[in-house]
Nanobody, 117 residues
Framework: QVQLVESGGGLVQPGGSLRLSCEAS????????MGWYRQAPGKQRELVAA???????NYADSVKGRFTISRDYAKNTVYLQMNSLKPEDTAVYYC???????????WGQGTQVTVSS
């Protein structure tokens, strides 16, 4: 079973940047679709950015132009570069791996991102 370990969260001022990392336990990018979700207090978990099966990317409207998802096959790692952060970006960010064959989803433990002055 795939395991995901996130890192890179923290406290940042509005307008600042952070890069989140999600390291997978093995070479899974060809059989899993990877993405980032977030959950703010009192809100439902929502998609932030993800790769499609074809390799293109999707972003939530609220982060388009500010966030970038990328992946490093050699390191089995997916990244989320977050720029121009806003207080409303504050949430726990989760890495997600969805099996292309079974559609089963695996989640990381989450990393807290807090945007505040």
């Amino acid at each position: 079973q795939v395991q995901l370990v996130e890192s890179g969260g923290g406290l940042v001022q509005p307008g600042g940047s952070l890069r989140l990392s999600c390291e997978a336990s093995g070479s899974i990018f060809s059989i899993y679709v990877m993405g980032w979700y977030r959950q703010a207090p009192g809100k439902q978990r929502e998609l932030v950015a993800a790769f499609t099966v074809g390799g293109s990317t999707n972003y939530a409207d609220s982060v388009k132009g500010r966030f970038t998802i990328s992946r490093d096959y050699a390191k089995n790692t997916v990244y989320l570069q977050m720029n121009s952060l806003k207080p409303e970006d504050t949430a726990v960010y989760y890495c997600n791996a969805r099996s292309i064959a079974t559609l089963k989803a695996t989640w990381g433990q989450g990393t807290q991102v807090t945007v505040s002055s």
